[in-house]
């Protein structure tokens, strides 16, 4: 847990910054709205690992992805480990998530 703390809170600054959207708060939307909203935090981080690291962006595909969108699999993941971090900001979560198992953005 400490090591998920203190990498959410220097990789994601905004983990202090936006105290009122936590996971606790996500866990309470709807499947579908969490389901937008990790698509589009994963779609962005695509984005960005394209112009910086086209390996990682690979890898956010085939781990998160399964040609026809977000797969069961890696959103359930996704929503229990928020549950399990529920303290932090949603996006930080994902964020060690997607490091975790394609490697650093820098």
């Not at 203190?6 to 866990?27: D, I, R």
């Not at 937008?36 to 595909?61: E, F």
Request: glycine share 6%.
């Amino acid at each position: 847990m400490r090591k998920i703390a203190l990498a959410a809170a220097l990789v994601c600054p905004q983990v202090s910054a936006a105290q009122e959207f936590t996971g606790k708060t996500f866990l309470t939307w709807s499947n579908a709205d969490q389901r937008g909203y990790i698509s589009a935090q994963l779609v962005m981080a695509s984005t960005i690992a394209s112009r910086i690291k086209p390996d990682m962006n690979a890898c956010i595909a085939g781990a998160f992805f399964d040609g026809t969108g977000m797969s069961d699999a890696a959103f359930d993941q996704v929503v229990q480990t928020i549950g399990e971090y529920q303290d932090f900001h949603p996006s930080s979560v994902l964020v060690i998530l997607l490091e975790n198992e394609c490697g650093t953005f820098n």
